[in-house]
């Protein structure tokens, strides 16, 4: 018998046939004692995508022109019918053995997310990884934030609390949509766990060509919220002393 509430897995993809043909068995697999729909936000792929994955129980979405990773994400959950919603790469780079765990762990928290910087974490790879650890502890620096991963994109949230953000401030852009998305959830006091992630590997095809923009968005991106806490911290502080003043 299935258990618990309604799980949306949201798979946004550009040109991922051959992995989304592996992923999505993969998924049914691991989560076949759960209530879940999947959904597959297809960003103009050219790669025949829509064919290779007809045959599967999804709900599939195309987008006629590109819209990018994040859009396609917040068109994903506005498509979804989940009280849970999960977000995951299309390419293997997030493992589905944490699928589970994820889900369980939010009958206790408001957002559960998976990181590569935790004891028990297995990655692939030195350099990528190295270079994401350092540019972390860039954010929490610039941002004050407490956690361990905001790059990875492998998070899972109650709908409710989802819903107090807002989407078109947050998802829009490439993976940068994902530190404002975290930065937000923190600000609002959230209690958000991280699970030790075992990353998996892309099968077929190959991953973002254009490091130089990504890091120039991301870095942009965090100067932003860098600013937007320090005003936060100054109205905090406002209100506070506001506060001492009406009291003495």
Known sequence: MKKGPLVSII?????????????????SKILLNYNYEIIVIDDASSDGTRHAISDFNINYQYNYKRQGLANSIRMGIKASQGEI??????DG????????????????????????FKNGSKVNGHIKPNLSRAFNLFIRAMTGGQLSDYLYGHWAANKNSLEK????NIFWGYGDYCIRLLFHFEKLDMKIHQIPSITGKREFGQGNLRPLKVFTQYTFAVFKLSLKERVLRVQKNKKLSNLQKSRS
């Open 11 to 27: 798979l946004p993809a550009y040109n991922e046939r051959d992995n989304l043909k592996w992923l999505i068995p993969d998924i």
């Open 85 to 90: 919603v999960l977000v995951m790469d299309s």
């Open 93 to 116: 780079d997030h493992n589905t053995v944490h699928l589970p765990l994820m889900i369980d762990n939010l009958k206790f928290y408001d957002v559960v997310l998976t990181t590569r």
């Open 165 to 168: 953000v807002s989407f078109k």
